[in-house]
């Protein structure tokens, strides 16, 4: 499990580019100034939060807020 | 003791603007510049080969250093994966007959990426003294432009080519310490050729990065003996400035230590931190260098440097 609060809080570390309490969970990462390096440290960070690796095959999968929250819960 | 005396290096003055690749993938100048980390990525001319270039950088070390004569070179190790032809014969070889040293000398090529620098410093090192020879001369040569596919994203932005010469001997100017070394061969996979074409799984690659080398460089600072406050520089391999960034974060108040400095060369593979070390050998602030080498294999290998003089 992991909840949006934390995610924010890694996602601010790696390149979000929006104010933490206006971000939209539906917004492409992209969108919120996330580019691929970005995401590949968010996901280690996502990984030590939760246990849980995310295989390559399911990357595509993952695309904004609400997708990390579905991946992980 | 055998150890570090002298490193000079060759840079093709050919080079791909990497903002001009940037525009053709969609990606903006702070990409290139913040997370890639190179503007230029030098380019050999095609009808050079890993040779050529390997004798550029050894003919700038004799230049710079009237003490090494020809004659007096005992070894010759050559580090790339992209060796002349089909890599039958080895580079070394054909190199030495470029060069003119002599025919007694012992020529072989190692066969490592980014980690190769670390190790061939290492297994020259153990060579000449093993053998009980005086100068050994270390090159680095890995032209990946002959592998790049120029429509893959995921490496075009990345390599420069570079070949570098080190010269070790006797009264060196570093003795090379404590080393670690790690391989985990199921990642083989993340990088490799295939059919004449790199292909890279990036996150793979910076995952790996991002978490295995700390751990090897905290452990060579123990092996040493010292504190991560005890080291200078860390001159780790300049894969990209967004791997540099994730190593140097886990070693809290000590990041400016951690070189960055691939803006006008990219990732040169093996040549990444003699690139570094030669326009630091004379800085004489600079007594305890950590270098640390990573990616294909994967393999991983990390040395401390201490200065004699």
Redesign the interface.
């Known amino acids: 499990m992991i909840t949006k609060e934390q995610i924010v809080d890694v996602l601010s570390q790696y390149g979000l580019q929006i104010e933490a309490d206006k971000v939209s969970t539906t917004d492409s990462l992209k969108s919120l100034g996330i580019d691929s390096l970005d995401f590949f440290n968010a996901l280690i960070e996502f990984e030590q939060i939760t246990g849980k690796a995310v295989p390559d095959e399911d990357i595509d999968k993952i695309d904004s807020i609400d997708d990390i929250l579905n991946y992980y819960s | 003791m055998i150890g570090i005396k002298s490193i000079a290096s060759y840079v093709p003055d050919d080079f791909i603007d990497n903002f001009v690749q940037a525009q053709k993938f969609d990606e903006n100048e702070d990409?290139i510049t913040k997370?890639i980390g190179a503007t230029k990525l030098p380019r050999k001319k095609k009808e050079q080969e890993t040779s050529d270039i390997a004798q550029l950088a050894v003919e700038a070390l004799l230049d710079k250093e009237a003490d090494l004569k020809l004659e007096d070179v005992d070894a010759l190790v050559v580090v790339t994966q992209n060796p002349d032809g089909a890599g039958l014969p080895h580079t070394s070889a054909i190199l030495q007959n470029k060069l003119g040293l002599p025919t007694t000398v012992a020529a072989f090529d190692v066969s490592l990426g980014c980690s190769g620098y670390v190790y061939g410093l290492n297994v020259l090192k153990g060579f000449l003294e093993a053998s009980g020879l005086q100068n050994g001369i270390l090159v680095t040569c890995d032209p990946y432009s002959k592998v790049i596919n120029p429509e893959d994203r995921v490496t075009t932005l990345l390599f420069g080519d570079a070949a570098t010469a080190t010269w070790l001997g006797t009264d060196p100017i570093f003795n090379i310490g404590a080393s670690s070394y790690g391989t985990d061969g199921s990642g083989a996979k993340y990088l490799e050729v295939s059919d004449d074409v790199l292909s890279m799984?990036?996150?793979?690659i910076?995952?790996f990065a991002?978490?295995k080398v700390e751990p090897q460089i905290k452990e060579t600072i123990v092996k040493q003996g010292v504190s991560a406050e005890d080291i200078d520089l860390f001159c780790i391999h300049q894969g990209?400035a967004?791997i540099i960034e994730?190593i140097s974060r886990r070693f809290k108040g000590l990041e400016d230590r951690f070189v960055n400095e691939m803006s006008h060369v990219g990732n040169t593979v093996s040549s990444t931190i003699p690139l570094l070390l030669e326009q630091r050998i004379t800085n004489t602030d600079l007594n305890k260098i950590l270098i640390c080498g990573f990616g294909v294999g994967l393999s991983m290998a990390t040395s401390i440097i201490t200065r004699q003089h």
């Open positions: 990409f997370k799984n990036g996150r793979q910076f995952t991002a978490t990209s967004a994730a």
